[in-house]
């Protein structure tokens, strides 16, 4: 597998740490932003993180103008145990944040086939329902193959996959970090993801004129990439089968509340 290269550019980049497990940090957005709408007034937040993004849900229940859709795994005793696929939000359908709080609830093992899936079956065609004017994707790498929770096997291909999509739908987008405990691979994962969102992909291989003690925490590869591990992926035809319907649902109900009135 291959990381897209630009060969003749390298770019140094230096990605903030995370300040404990699955905080979302800043990093850069993207230098060829649309114009400002003249009112911001959806905003979709995607979290593509191993943990469900329980937090930042709960904060918009009371809301209808930020979506949020986590993507991650859901398993028996694995936390934060939230975020099954038919929760939704609040429990009352009259409230204001009913069917704004969506969950992509995966098993253990998803890898970048799965991702990209879901991505198309689920992502896309929400954001198209929603039709939001900005969009935060955090980052999470937790779920990158090698990770000590080792619980997905995602390749950094995947998610770049994903950074290269939501800039494709050219709307106000930031980029945050997220959880990611094997530092050389989140150092990996954050310098790529934040050069595309620079629109200056990163090389692959890593620059040697790094300090030795460094360098070699990128061994034996010493290339930028995180490749897909030999995990076998639980997210059978029937998974996802049943993750696609429950989304056909929520995107039927956001399309009709959100339909723009063209003028
Ligand atoms: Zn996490």
């Not at 979506?67 to 859901?74: A, M, P």
């Not at 930031?174 to 310098?191: E, H, K, Q």
């Not at 034996?220 to 990439?225: A, E, G, M, Y």
């Amino acid at each position: 597998m291959e990381l897209r290269s630009a060969p003749q550019r390298r770019k140094p980049a230096s990605p903030e740490p995370s300040q404990g497990p699955c905080v979302a940090s800043p990093s850069p957005s993207s230098p060829s932003l649309p114009p400002l709408p003249p009112r911001i007034s959806r905003v979709l937040y995607l979290d593509l993180d191993l943990h469900h993004g329980d937090g930042v849900e709960s904060a918009f229940f009371t809301t209808p103008y930020v979506l949020t859709l986590s993507v991650h795994l859901h398993a028996p005793l694995f936390y934060p145990s939230t975020g099954a696929l038919d929760s939704s939000g609040p429990s009352n359908p009259k409230a204001q944040g009913a069917a704004h709080a969506l969950n992509v609830a995966l098993e253990p093992g998803c890898a970048e086939e799965t991702l990209r899936r879901v991505f198309a079956s689920c992502v896309e065609r929400l954001k198209e329902a929603y039709d939001p004017d900005a969009v935060v994707l955090q980052l999470g790498v937790d779920g990158l193959a090698g990770d000590p929770c080792k619980e997905w096997n995602l390749n950094l291909a995947a998610l770049g996959y994903a950074v290269e999509r939501v800039l494709q739908w050219n709307r106000r987008t930031l980029l945050l970090g997220g959880g990611g405990y094997d530092s050389p691979n989140a150092a990996r994962a954050w310098a790529y993801l934040t050069s595309l969102g620079r629109g200056l992909p990163l090389d692959t291989p890593i620059p040697p004129d790094l300090p030795s003690a460094q360098y070699e925490l990128f061994a034996p590869s010493f290339t930028l990439d995180v490749p897909e591990g030999y995990m076998r992926d639980a997210n059978t035809e029937e998974t996802l089968r049943r993750v696609e319907k429950t989304f056909e649902v929520c995107e039927d109900k956001l399309r009709t509340r959100w339909k723009r009135v063209a003028g």
